[in-house]
């Protein structure tokens, strides 16, 4: 038996604090040592997470991978546009990394944090909770029985929920693409993921378009002010009214963005929404991540696959089609039909799978996080040349679909995986080039 690894957190927001807080429950595997975070709030919290007395907290990312190596594994749960530099800071100083997605937010970066973590032989696991969810455990196992037959085609779609569009992607860390990354990869790269860890072989080509529609100015309501605490028309009709923090949207989002969010009152959190980038008009804010996208994917073997992205679906479906019969399920067959996936064979009775996140919890992704942590001790301890159930060269291959995916958008043209990556890795290699021949400072 392994001794417990000792645990850092870059960042200790949302993310950090829901995978520490399941690593504290296995003191034997797991010890929180250290955490860094800005927000002192934060960092308090995560030192009561961790139970240790002996907790070091840090002010900034710097000033902890500057105290030497101080655990076994970081874990970098910080903005999109730091995990690149967080990352390779913390591969630089020794560490192995449970890294949140994306790898980073351009492609040249991820393929240098690759080739990092190969050179240091230290290893990466990208938090790609579906993997370890057991919904998708279960549509992985079936299709490893060989129920399906050869897989032809994989059709996969993801809702992510008007309100969590606003309050994501509108409103929020994700809204601008140049402050954080394309909705390709900041929401969906689980499912570029999931897509290609379902069919088990590389993709080679992908097309792809999509837009942001909805909300724009022009969609505003007569009379709407710049926010919604400004006195607005609509507020009794509108689903975004940003007031719904002070009620029913409380209890879920605004401990993500608004750390006083259980103690505070309403006045106060009115107060707070002001000021706050989560107190804007959805339909006047300097958002331009798209509302709407689509995929179409070409695998090895010939294996087809579709990939939808929508802000007016709640949840994620999947389809699955084999020459012996389909696999299909998702939200909505659970909601109507009682079970998460049903196998339908092209000759004989339909077969129903239900299944447990291991926390009880939800089935399709919030139950992969247990998963992640119990795999995270797992990966980090087996022994040097064993084969990593997360391997950093297959979750790469993930965020390529979706770079190349959103050139594709842009283009509009068909993009080839193998040549989009050889464009990327030259780039990659000038930029490692160039960091090699410059003067330290």
């Known amino acids: ?26 003191p034997d595997l797991f010890q929180i040592v250290a955490g860094a975070n800005r927000r002192p709030a934060r960092l308090e919290k995560l030192k009561r997470i961790s139970g240790r007395v002996d907790f070091r907290g840090f002010a900034s990312a710097e000033e902890l991978l500057a105290a030497g190596k101080i655990a076994d594994v970081m874990i970098v749960a910080t903005q999109d546009n730091d995990h690149y530099r967080h ?63 050869e897989i032809v085609s994989i059709q996969a779609n993801e809702g992510v929920m008007p309100w969590h569009q606003a309050h994501s992607f509108v409103r ?30 590389r993709c080679l080509r992908v097309a792809s378009f999509g837009s942001l529609d909805f909300f724009r100015a022009e ?15 609509a507020s009794d009709t509108c689903a975004y009214n940003a007031l719904r923090y002070t ?31 989560w107190g804007r008009c959805v339909y006047r804010c300097d958002n331009d991540a ?52 049903i196998l339908f064979p092209h000759e004989g009775e339909p077969v129903r799978y239900s299944v447990q996140a291991e926390d009880g919890g939800y089935e399709l992704h919030g139950g992969g996080d247990p998963g992640l942590v119990a795999a995270l001790y797992d990966e980090m301890t087996k022994p040097p040349g064993a084969p990593l ?40 290699n000038g930029a490692v080039l160039h960091a090699c021949e410059a003067p330290l400072s």
């Open 290 to 341: 798209v509302d709407r996208q689509v995929l179409a994917m070409e695998f090895e073997g010939a294996v087809t696959g579709t990939f939808t992205m929508t802000a007016f679906e709640n949840g994620r479906h999947l389809e699955i089609y084999g020459t012996r019969g389909t696999l299909k399920g998702g939200e909505t067959y659970h909601k109507h039909f009682g079970a998460h996936l």
């Open 219 to 233: 969609r505003a309501p007569l009379g709407a002010p710049a926010r919604c605490t400004d006195g607005c028309p």
């Open 172 to 201: 929020g860390h994700w809204s601008v693409v140049g402050r954080s990354s394309p909705m390709i990869l900041s929401k969906c790269c689980h499912d570029m993921d999931i897509v290609h860890w379902l069919a088990g072989r």
């Open 87 to 149: 990352c390779k800071g913390a591969l630089e100083a020794g560490y192995h990394v449970l890294l949140e997605k994306p790898i980073a937010t351009r492609v040249e970066q991820v393929l240098e944090i690759e080739e990092l973590a190969r050179r240091k032989n230290l290893r990466v696991m990208v938090c790609f909770v579906l993997r370890f969810a057991a919904f998708y455990r279960k549509a992985k196992e079936i299709i490893q029985s060989g129920a399906l037959g």
């Open 389 to 428: 159930e997360a391997a950093l060269d297959s979750t790469v291959h993930s965020h390529l679909i979706g770079f190349a995916a959103e050139e594709a958008r842009l283009t509009g043209r068909t993009v080839d995986l193998e040549e989009f990556q050889r464009r990327a890795q030259e780039t990659s």
């Open 1 to 26: 038996m392994n001794p417990p690894l000792r645990i850092a957190c870059l960042g200790c927001g949302a993310r950090a604090q829901t995978y520490t807080s399941i690593a504290a429950r296995r």
């Open 247 to 277: 009620s029913d949207m409380r209890e879920v989002w605004l401990p993500m963005v608004f750390d006083r969010a259980q103690e505070a009152g309403t006045e106060e959190i009115v107060a707070w929404l002001k000021t706050s980038p």
